[in-house]
């Protein structure tokens, strides 16, 4: 699969373009500084012995994917969906973007549209296939192709094949996928981010995640 994590030289971006690689996809590396993404995309190359990954700035980034996931900061996320929209319509764009409060990165501080996922839906062209997913996965624990991940990826969307192609790319990275259900679950996912990185600082952690049972 082509893919292109918009994002990813940030951490839970960089992680998850990883995994991808690792697991046979070609991974485009997306940032509004291409020799920022070029760098990242080196350090992929060498850390999945690989040449899968490459950097590019994210317009030419997300061009010629089939998938893309977008995983920025959301005080960028707006801008750069406007800036991409003609170029997302009719892919798959997994948003994984969350609304941390800077001054308690343990609380979501929700957008007016409910969540980020809701607020990308409504800047993206309506042919544009959206899924909310990755949230509440560990970058770090990602970047460390050593370790299993023995969290599961939530996702949620309107799309019931977006989310068979999420499912299927969570199955390639050796990562249990959930469908939760449609995206106005995604509040509920993005507020389990600032939950775990809650839980991590208590109880002094790193690779908190969610995981059910008796699926």
Not at 80 to 102: E, F, H, M, Q
Not at 116 to 144: N, Q
Request: hydrophobic content about 45%.
């Amino acid at each position: 699969m082509r893919i292109s994590v918009v994002g990813g030289t940030g951490n839970l971006g960089y992680g998850l373009a990883a995994r991808m690689a690792a697991a046979g996809h070609m991974v485009r590396i997306g940032s509004r500084d291409q020799e920022r993404a070029c760098s990242a995309a080196a350090s992929l190359n060498a850390l999945t012995g690989t040449e899968n990954t490459s950097g590019h700035a994210n317009a030419a980034a997300v061009e010629d994917a089939e998938t893309v996931v977008i995983a920025v900061p959301s005080a960028a996320q707006a801008e750069t969906l406007r800036s991409l929209a003609a170029l997302l319509d009719g892919k798959v764009v997994i948003d994984a973007t969350v609304s941390l409060n800077p001054k308690d990165v343990t609380t979501v501080l929700p957008p007016e549209e409910g969540s980020c996922a809701l607020r990308a839906r409504a800047l993206l062209p309506a042919g544009t296939e959206l899924v909310a997913a990755f949230h509440t996965l560990s970058g770090k624990l990602l970047a460390d192709l050593s370790r299993t991940v023995h969290a599961d990826a939530l996702c949620c969307g309107d799309s019931a094949a977006a989310k068979e192609t999420v499912l299927a790319l969570c199955d390639t990275m050796k990562i249990k996928g959930v469908d939760v259900g449609p995206l106005s679950r995604s509040a509920f996912l993005e507020q389990c981010t600032g939950i775990i990185i809650g839980l991590n600082k208590r109880y002094r952690r790193g690779h908190v995640g969610l995981h059910f049972t008796g699926l």
